[in-house]
Structure formats: structure tokens, C-alpha cells
T-cell receptor
Framework: QQQVRQSPQSLTVWEGETAILNCSYEDSTFNYFPWYQQFPGEGPALLISIRSVSDKKEDGRFTIFFNKREKKLSLHITDSQPGDSATYFCAASASNNRIFFGDGTQLVVKP | DTTVKQNPRYKLARVGKPVNLICSQTMNHDTMYWYQKKPNQAPKLLLFYYDKILNREADTFEKFQSSRPNNSFCSLYIGSAGLEYSAMYLC??????????????FGEGSRLIVV
């Protein structure tokens, strides 16, 4: 059973638009939700994260919205830039060092 | 320096032959992970070391071995490669203490192709 699900699988937006990436999870014990960004040829790198005690986390153009009741969260990228083109992984963990990833959303930002 | 290095970057292996992948980090991190990544799929946790303690996932328990001779190095060993092992293998490390919120630092991956 996949613990973390992401949608859409791929997303194309124009430069300057807001990209919205969705994520949902199964395990109610998950309490930490990082998003990782991966460029071709590189390993994933932490972009932004949120803990379950918060419902919003903002870092520049990147914002996570978190709905604990529905077990859903989303990553909003405002004023999208071509350099944001990458694969974004939603992940989740509880308190045992095990971190589970979603399938990823491949984002393309067209100039 | 937050670099995690993996070797080899590319590995071509024959069915039934062993494969050994190496990972190193110089951040003195407590925890080192191995993930398997196939196209359009989530990185799948295979196992992780917290200090000297190895934790293997139940569904891959018999397929992968690992060793951590010192804090900096961790290997992933496949005793007899099958076609289904073809994937990208990602190593990561974190300053894990059993609490959540620790950032994973990933290497660039080792691409394994089994023929």
C-alpha cells in the first residue's frame, strides 16, 4: 500500500503562473512532511517542509498548505520560473527515521 | 560540505551476478539510507542504518544486504541480480536521532542495469 500519493503526475505552467502540486497520505501518525526537488542528473534536495502542528509554511515563492483532517497537503509555487522545472516529491515520516515518498510531480515551466 | 557520494554512477550487471554499490558522506551523520527509484515511481525505502543498527524493510528483507564499516561509508549488496533490480539506487544521510524533521541529503544515485 502506497503511503504517500501525489497528483498530477506532470504539470505544465507558463512563467509567472502559480503551480499547485497535491499530496495525500494514509498514515495518521505521520507528523513531518518535507518536499524534495530533483533536477535531472542530481539527487533530490530538500525544498521546504512542514510539521503537522502547522497548517501553512511559506518560504519565498514556495508555500505548503496542510489539512490534517483530510490528510492532504499542497505545494504552491507562485510566479513560476523556468528554473523551477524539476520533479517534486512529497514525503512523510513519523518518529522512527522511516521517510516515505510519493511518485513525484514533474513540473515544466514554459517561458 | 553536504556532499553524499555514490560509486559507481553506472553499473551494468549480468543476471545472477552480485552487485555492490558504495555510498560515503563526510557530515558525520548518524543515519544512512538506501532507496530504490524506478521511472515514474516513488523512491522506495530499502533499508537504513542508524549508527550501527541496520533496519531493513519487510518486503525487501531478503533481497538486499548492507554493511556500514564506519560512520562515513555504507554499501548496498545484491547477491544475485535479477532483471527487476534494474533501477536508480539513491543513498541518503541524515543527522538522525530518532526524531523527525531531519533533512535527507542525497547522492546523485547509482544507475543499475541488469541484463
Amino acid at each position: 500500500q502506497q503511503q504517500v500519493r501525489q497528483s498530477p503526475q506532470s504539470l505544465t505552467v507558463w512563467e509567472g503562473e502559480t503551480a499547485i502540486l497535491n499530496c495525500s497520505y494514509e498514515d495518521s501518525t505521520f507528523n513531518y512532511f518535507p518536499w524534495y526537488q530533483q533536477f535531472p542528473g542530481e539527487g533530490p534536495a530538500l525544498l521546504i517542509s512542514i510539521r503537522s502542528v502547522s497548517d501553512k509554511k511559506e518560504d519565498g515563492r514556495f508555500t505548503i498548505f496542510f489539512n490534517k483532517r483530510e490528510k492532504k497537503l499542497s505545494l504552491h509555487i507562485t510566479d513560476s520560473q523556468p528554473g523551477d522545472s524539476a520533479t517534486y516529491f512529497c514525503a512523510a515520516s513519523a518518529s522512527n527515521n522511516r521517510i516515505f515518498f510519493g511518485d513525484g510531480t514533474q513540473l515544466v515551466v514554459k517561458p | 560540505d553536504t556532499t553524499v557520494k555514490q560509486n559507481p554512477r553506472y553499473k551494468l550487471a549480468r543476471v545472477g551476478k552480485p552487485v555492490n554499490l558504495i555510498c560515503s558522506q563526510t557530515m558525520n551523520h548518524d543515519t544512512m539510507y538506501w532507496y530504490q527509484k524506478k521511472p515514474n515511481q516513488a523512491p522506495k525505502l530499502l533499508l537504513f542504518y542508524y549508527d550501527k543498527i541496520l533496519n531493513r524493510e519487510a518486503d525487501t528483507f531478503e533481497k538486499f544486504q548492507s554493511s556500514r564499516p564506519n560512520n562515513s561509508f555504507c554499501s548496498l549488496y545484491i547477491g544475485s541480480a535479477g532483471l527487476e533490480y534494474s533501477a536508480m539506487y539513491l543513498c541518503a544521510s541524515s543527522r538522525g536521532t530518532g526524531e523527525t524533521g531531519n533533512t535527507l541529503y542525497f547522492g546523485e544515485g547509482s544507475r543499475l542495469i541488469v541484463v
